[in-house]
């Protein structure tokens, strides 16, 4: 932009800002960047006239229909020094230089910081990146309402070990439980739904998982981090031997390389120990477990490949150093892990794409999936070369099961927004009801799989039924509880509203159903989570409902019985039996053949008055 219109934006800005045109879409995103970014409004407003186009990227994201995001930079502006050493840092990918850039980056006076918009592909994030998404371009941003269809955000870039922890964070616990909601529902055509179902959302899921990888990665660091600096100086083996004719020139040497097979030898215990693992772990943490660990030996590999590190070994080969020797099982050890770890990984890349439904889809929608899924773990137990060990198969089964549970468990509280206990009673049912079959189908699926004979299959997919599916049946032992609870609230409910059948009166069940109210109060009020099948708190309190439910019905039985005990000798009984007969279908009140039969005595007896009497009113005729 010319320098002349520039001042004439600016001029129009300021003007805008004296007559009071700031509009509320203005100040609303001023009043965030400020909570962000911790700048003062009249801060802001300075940026803004000095940089006018930013108000023009504003009307644009909140007045047009093709807008959909905006991004605010604040950070130290870029030089030209800073662009040389960013070139020179690309061509230069040496630890000393390295540790040269950064020592001139320390050394650097910080930068006046700034604030514009960008695009997000020209400019690298070294700040903090403020965004602001429009959920929606097909309704008009009214003034009251604009907020709600704005999604804002923030992205500290301004300490490292956070970067790839806050847009991962983001990504998995903001955008992908929002579209995988059933607020989406009014938000597009069915089409578009089913590509954020099917499609953006895996890949979602995906880029979420190597960010996570790359985040383990970078935690760990590199392993060789020093070179002996005489290695860098290094060409040929004459070198060598000059510096081995030195003073300690080969002590110096060894004692780099004793340092790094020390870090390398703890990175290897790994592999020969046994891996401590949550109770709960999916089968996107084995394949993330095996990515990292595939990406860590390879970049182990890189750096044994790097000039100073080769020369470094070169040179005491050249003096016959005793330590080679050790350095050389290390050497085969870091090759062997290496393939087995990259080998591990591809084959279980192949999971990924199937096992994102189990995370994503609810329990009615799983079927299919688990059958390819299964599918594919048993192709991987007969095909692959390191991931064929029945351990580590039946282990890759248990997280399968272990995800189908997080997902029921997501399912049936929508993601944590509600508990068993303020959603609607049929639906909640209906929810379990489901997890259970899922249950069901689960194992089936896998007795198809394993009875499926494929080529020549040279193992049998058996593994221990108990172990794979024995915390997905606990899991299921407690909806089925739940169901029963649940159903007995219910019963109850109906039975008090209508006054058992309108057979007794209000005042005589009063007490009874306060009785129940207080048991369904008690069970309601603890603070425990009813679908953890490991809290064996539920499993108490339920009993102890189950009891007082016994008791109650006991009191209940008691006072019908009592109060139309004499009914059924009379003809009034018939009056009575319908409600009697239909009770009997939810309370156990028992003795209905002894009222039959009364019954049937009674009106026997009442057939042979009438019988007589008929007679002798004929005989007296």
Known sequence: MKADELAKKREEAERKARRGEIDPTHEFTFHLIGQFSGLLRHEIMDYMFNDPAMLDDLDFLYKSDNARKILFYFQPEETKEDEEEKNALKTRKTNRNISVMQKKDEEKKPAKKILFTTDGTKVALNGYCM????????????????QREIMAGLVNATLNENLLWNIERTVSNVFIPLLN??????????????????????????????????????????????????????????????LLKTEDGQKRFEEYLRQWMKKIQELLLESEQLRLETDDAGPQDELEYWKSRAARLTLLVEQINTHPCKMTLVTLKAAQCKLLKVWREIDLKITRYHVEAVDNAKFLGAIERSSHAIYLEDPANMKQPLMRLLH??????????????????????????????????????????????????????????????????????????????????????????????????????????????????????????????????????????????????????????????????????????????????????????????????????????????????????????????????????????VTRFFKKQQANA
């Open 131 to 146: 965004y602001f998404l429009r959920t929606s371009t097909k309704r008009t941003l009214g003034e009251e309402t604009f």
């Open 181 to 242: 909601t059933n607020c989406m529902g009014d938000r597009g055509s069915d089409q578009l739904l089913f590509k954020v179902k099917k499609e953006l959302l895996p890949c979602l899921r995906s880029f979420t998982s190597s960010l996570r990888v790359a985040e383990m990665v970078w935690k760990e660091g590199v392993l060789i981090k020093d070179f002996p600096p005489e290695a860098y100086t290094i060409k040929c083996l004459e070198d060598s031997w000059a």
């Open 376 to 609: 594919i773990v048993k192709m991987i137990y007969n095909v692959s070369t390191f991931y064929n060990t029945p351990e580590r198969v039946a282990s890759l089964l248990v997280k399968i099961t272990n995800q189908v549970i997080r997902s029921c468990k997501r399912y049936i509280t929508e993601s944590g927004r509600v508990t068993i206990w303020n959603q609607d009673r049929e639906v909640i049912e209906q929810k379990l009801t489901e997890c259970i079959k899922l249950n069901e189908q689960y194992r089936d699926a896998y007795h198809k799989i394993k009875n499926r004979k494929v080529g020549r299959e040279a193992k049998e997919f058996s593994f221990s039924e108990k172990y794979i599916f024995g915390r997905f049946d606990s899991f299921c032992a407690r909806l089925k509880n739940l169901l029963c609870m649940f159903r007995k609230i219910n019963l109850y409910t109906g039975l008090f509203q209508n006054r058992m059948e309108a057979l007794l009166p209000e005042e005589s069940v009063e007490e009874d159903k306060k009785s129940f109210e207080a048991a369904v109060r008690i069970l309601t009020l603890k603070d425990y989570d009813y679908l953890d099948f490991r809290n064996q708190h539920f499993d108490k309190d339920y009993a102890d409902f189950l009891n007082r439910m016994d008791s109650l019905t006991e009191r209940l039985r008691t006072k019908l019985e009592t109060t139309y005990d004499g009914i059924w000798d009379t003809p009034h009984s018939f009056q009575y039996l319908t409600r009697f007969e239909k009770l009997t279908r939810v309370l156990p009140i028992g003795g209905m053949v002894d009222k039959y039969s009364r019954m049937i005595a009674t009106f026997r007896s009442e057939m042979d008055r």
